[in-house]
């Protein structure tokens, strides 16, 4: 049990430290809270900027609601220590 909440946190960190990805996954739970993260996964799926592999994985993402809502609250959290 330890192991994996030291894998989230690294997980979490790892996303704070990256500014794209934390523009992505701040997005993300935003669009997630306001219940319009449809029209964010038919822009990602239409985008050719991004691979197949990397659509799947932030379709995946998205679609888990409590792990942006984590994201999202590590974000603001640690937000003034970054």
Known sequence: MIGEWI???ESLEAIS???????IFSRMAALSQQ????SFLLELADTT???ELTKGTLTE???????LL???D???RTHVMH
């Not at 993402?61 to 792990?67: G, H, L, N, P």
């Open 17 to 23: 430290q990256d500014k794209e990805a934390r523009q």
């Open 49 to 51: 900027d991004l691979d």
């Open 35 to 38: 219940g319009r993260l449809g």
């Open 7 to 9: 894998q989230d946190l």
């Open 61 to 67: 993402i998205a679609r888990d609601e409590a792990f």
């Open 74 to 76: 590590y974000l603001h």
């Open 70 to 72: 984590v994201v999202d």
